[in-house]
C-alpha cells in the first residue's frame, strides 16, 4: 500500500518558443503595462510549478556542487510540504579509484552544505546516486555504497 505517493518531473525549466513544450503548461507571459524602460518582471517556474506538483528532481547536481544561495532560494519559492529529489554530485559517483569512485569528504561535505537549506526547510527529498555503467556488484563497490550511505 502506498502512502506517501509525490508526482513531479525532472525539473521545471525547459527552453520556450516554438517546438517546445512551454507555453503548453506555462501560462503565456503577461503583456502588463509597465513604465518606459522598466524591465518585464520575470515569470517564475518553480513556484507555478509547484503550484501542481508537489516534488522534482534535480538534474543540475550531478553537474556541478550545489550551493546554499540556490538551495535557499528554491525552499523559499515553494509551498510547506514540497520535496526536492537530487542527484548526487557526479563526481561522487564517477571518480576514478581503483574498484570505482573513492568517496572524497571534502566534495561529500560541499555537497551537503549545499543542500542544507533544503533539509532545514524540511523539503529534503531522495538523494539519486547515477552511477556509471562500469559500477558493477563488487566488494569494492559494496564498500564504497556502504561508505556513502554512512
Do not use: C
Not at 500500500?1 to 521545471?12: D, P, V
Not at 547536481?61 to 532560494?73: D, E, H, I, M, N
Request: a neutral charge.
Amino acid at each position: 500500500m502506498l502512502t506517501n505517493l509525490r508526482i513531479g518531473t525532472s525539473g521545471w525549466s525547459y527552453p520556450s518558443g516554438r517546438g517546445t513544450w512551454n507555453g503548453i503548461f506555462y501560462p503565456p507571459a503577461a503583456k502588463a503595462r509597465r513604465t518606459k524602460g522598466a524591465a518585464r518582471p520575470k515569470f517564475d517556474e518553480l513556484a507555478y510549478y509547484a503550484e501542481h506538483f508537489d516534488t522534482v528532481e534535480i538534474n543540475t547536481t550531478f553537474y556541478g556542487q550545489p550551493r546554499a544561495t540556490v538551495a535557499r532560494s528554491w525552499a523559499n519559492r515553494t509551498p510547506a510540504g514540497f520535496e526536492f529529489s537530487l542527484k548526487l554530485y557526479r563526481l561522487l559517483t564517477h571518480g576514478e579509484g581503483p574498484s570505482g569512485p573513492r568517496l572524497d569528504s571534502d566534495l561529500f561535505d560541499e555537497y551537503r552544505s549545499g543542500i542544507e537549506p533544503l533539509a532545514e526547510a524540511g523539503k529534503l527529498g531522495a538523494l539519486l546516486a547515477q552511477f556509471p555503467p562500469s559500477f558493477k556488484q563488487t566488494a569494492g563497490a559494496e564498500a564504497y555504497l556502504d561508505e556513502l550511505l554512512d
